[in-house]
């Protein structure tokens, strides 16, 4: 299957930084990027999904402002969570798409604000 | 998003066949059956997916019911690196752009030595 990474693996920060979090899909290029957070026992809950060269759709309860997104080129997707706070621990997945194809995940960022 | 419904654990001895049940009794004609697993502190991995007919590749096969209602991932011979969460999830292909999954809560798979 195709690949996708994501870096940093995983992250430590103080409450009120910024964190950024870069997803790559390495041998195909992804017209869509989906960003995803999992908190401990519970499954992925979609955060916001991006298409390339276009502003990122958000779900419902997650802010923009927050959660800033950017989608700058077909092979690259940031995340950055502006003035992290300790709720925001979590773990942070991305996945890449393109049309009417299977939908590949990173390998996660587990982010820590202390 | 039509959803799906999978039991929460499953155990199952290795080296022996595992059958993980799905229900999606509100299923539409464009929704492709779509299935992943998640290994603990990984993200989710694709296994397989289909429309109407069974379907099989190298990691497991897809049962899927005639009228669609349910389906069912066939690993062959249960290893303790299939150990994981399993998410039945239906997608629908009738979109243009890449479209979204909806996870649910899957099926924790446990294989015993």
């Known amino acids: 299957g195709a690949v996708v990474s994501q870096h940093p693996s995983r992250v430590i920060c103080k409450s009120g930084t910024s964190v950024k979090i870069e997803c790559r899909s390495l041998d195909f290029q992804a017209t869509t990027m989906f960003w995803y957070r999992q908190f401990p026992k519970q499954s992925l809950m979609l955060m916001a999904t991006s298409n390339e060269g276009s502003k990122a759709t958000y779900e419902q309860g997650v802010e923009k402002d927050k959660f800033l997104i950017n989608h700058a080129s077909l092979t690259l997707s940031t995340l950055t969570v502006t003035s992290a706070h300790p709720e925001d621990s979590s773990f942070y997945i991305c996945?890449?798409?393109?049309?009417?194809?299977?939908?590949?995940f990173g390998p996660g960022t587990r982010l820590l604000v202390l | 998003d039509a959803k799906t419904t999978q039991p929460n654990s499953m155990e199952s001895n290795e080296e022996e066949p595992v059958h993980l049940p799905c229900n999606h009794s509100t299923i539409s004609g464009t929704d492709y059956i779509h299935w992943y697993r998640q290994l603990p502190s990984q993200g989710p991995e694709y296994v397989i997916h289909?429309?109407?007919s069974n379907v099989n590749n190298r990691m497991a096969s897809l049962a899927i019911a005639e009228d669609r209602k349910s389906s069912t991932l066939i690993l062959h011979r249960a290893t303790l690196r299939d150990a994981a969460v399993y998410y039945c999830?239906?997608?629908?292909?009738?979109?243009?752009?890449?479209?979204?999954?909806?996870f649910g809560e899957g099926t924790q798979l446990t294989v015993n030595p």
């Open positions: 996945s890449a798409s393109q049309p009417f194809r299977t939908q590949y």
């Open positions: 999830i239906l997608r629908d292909e009738g979109e243009t752009s890449g479209s979204r999954l909806t």
């Open positions: 289909g429309l109407t």
